[in-house]
């Protein structure tokens, strides 16, 4: 049976995830300017989510916040809508890097863009596929993904960055 999560507990999750992020970039002293584009409908079609400019050049980010770090996975999504056949974020963005933070225990993965799903097309078939079911009004949609585990990708993925960050909420 597929995991359910509200869309409550999903915006939550990604409005923490962006603030500590956001806070985080700003404290780097290359750090010019931190701009979130989530809202913005030209950068939701490229999947980004913050554009950060240091003093060499500005790098586009696309966030994904997450509970589970437990599980030693990443969830990388492959179909956002099963239902209306809409791809997964992993699969189209257009951001330099994908920012896969947990926000407990405060892990981020900087995980370089396109060379992370490059790799992942590669080896998708290796990994367990789930989905994820969300409540909205007249019914749920479901969003398809693949358990990755967090050492394969990096063990495989050169360029793979972590840090840990301080959580707003403690």
């Known amino acids: 049976m597929p995991r359910q999560i509200t869309i409550e507990d999903a915006n939550q999750v990604a409005r923490l995830a962006a603030q500590e992020i ?20 030209e950068y939701q079609a490229k999947d980004i989510d913050l554009l950060w400019t ?37 699969m189209y963005t257009e951001a330099d890097y994908v920012f896969y933070y947990f926000i407990e225990p405060g892990k981020l993965y900087c995980l370089p ?26 019914g749920i949609y479901t969003t398809v993904g693949r358990l990755v585990p967090i050492s394969k990708v990096l063990q495989q993925v050169k360029g793979v960055r972590t840090a840990e960050l301080k959580s707003l909420t403690s």
Do not use: Q, Y
Request: charge should be positive; include cysteine.
């Open 22 to 41: 956001e806070v985080w970039l700003r404290d780097f002293k290359e750090t010019i300017d931190v701009v979130n584009v989530e809202n913005k409908p």
């Open 54 to 90: 240091t003093n060499k050049r500005t790098f586009k980010i696309e966030i994904k916040g997450d509970r589970w770090h437990k599980t030693g996975n990443f969830f990388f999504e492959t179909h956002s809508n099963k239902e209306r056949g809409t791809p997964g974020c992993f």
């Open 113 to 138: 863009m396109p060379a992370t799903r490059e790799w992942f097309v590669l080896h998708k078939n290796k990994f367990s596929e789930r989905e994820t079911t969300t409540p909205v009004s007249g």
